[in-house]
């Protein structure tokens, strides 16, 4: 049970680049996260997906979107990277029935 | 946007010592969590709070869901070198829905001198 997982791990883009991180649980909980922590402002909700199928945007959705592709997998694209979006990107997921959520390991992505 | 507060920003204190954080909200909030980071993990979860009053302990920690809705701190006891990291509180305000949707503090930076 590897809870959720996160690729890469660590990501250099030159701006305008393009690419997507990747997100995946193995919880089977309905509900997943992206979210990006940049220092001194906590984390902040990009986009969520309240089930298969459905997603919405967060509280800074604009330069990203993303997939949810199945039940386990919610991905994040960048389609043309800019030095705001240099940060630490985290997924998370939750089971129904609570508000816990569940973090995976990070994105370090660096835009120059 | 909703906002939560979170004090002190960071904290360097003597292994042993106590330690307090809190978190405040103009706004009436659902669940209250504490996490913690540590250097280059994702948060991990530490307690959850989902009544008004709630007092609740883990081991060394505790924390408490403010009568008023609009507030929770962490206390942890004793400190040792390993609790060193980066606390996070973080809720669901009251009209979110079912979303799950958290906003978390600013996060509080412990660093623990043995």
């Known amino acids: 049970n590897a809870g959720v997982t996160q690729t890469p791990k660590f990501q250099v883009l030159k701006t305008g680049q393009s690419m997507t991180l990747q997100c995946a649980q193995d919880m089977n909980h309905n509900s997943m996260y992206w979210y990006r922590q940049d220092p001194g402002m906590g984390l902040r909700l990009i986009y969520y997906s309240a089930s298969e199928g459905t997603t919405d945007k967060g509280e800074v959705p604009n330069g990203y979107n993303v997939s949810r592709l199945n039940k386990r997998e919610f991905s994040l694209r960048l389609e043309s990277a800019a030095p705001s979006q240099t940060s630490v990107y985290f997924c998370?997921?939750?089971?129904?029935?609570?508000?816990?959520?569940?973090f995976g390991p990070g994105t370090r992505l660096t835009v120059l | 946007g909703q906002q939560l507060n979170q004090s002190p920003q960071s904290m360097f204190i003597q292994e042993g010592e106590d330690v307090s954080m809190n978190c405040t909200s103009s706004?009436?909030?659902?669940?209250w969590l504490w996490y913690k980071q540590d250097p280059g993990e994702g948060p991990v979860l530490l307690i959850a709070l989902y009544k008004a009053g709630e007092l609740t302990s883990n081991g060394r920690l505790t924390a408490q869901f403010g009568i008023t809705r609009k507030d929770s701190f962490l206390n942890i006891s004793a400190s040792i070198p390993s609790d060193v990291g980066i606390y996070f509180c973080?809720?669901?305000?009251?009209?979110?829905?079912?979303?799950?949707?958290?906003?978390f503090g600013q996060g509080t930076t412990l660093q623990v001198k043995p």
């Open positions: 706004s009436i909030f659902n669940t």
């Open positions: 973080a809720g669901t305000f009251y009209g979110s829905s079912n979303t799950g949707k958290l906003i």
């Open positions: 998370a997921s939750r089971p129904g029935g609570t508000d816990t959520q569940y």
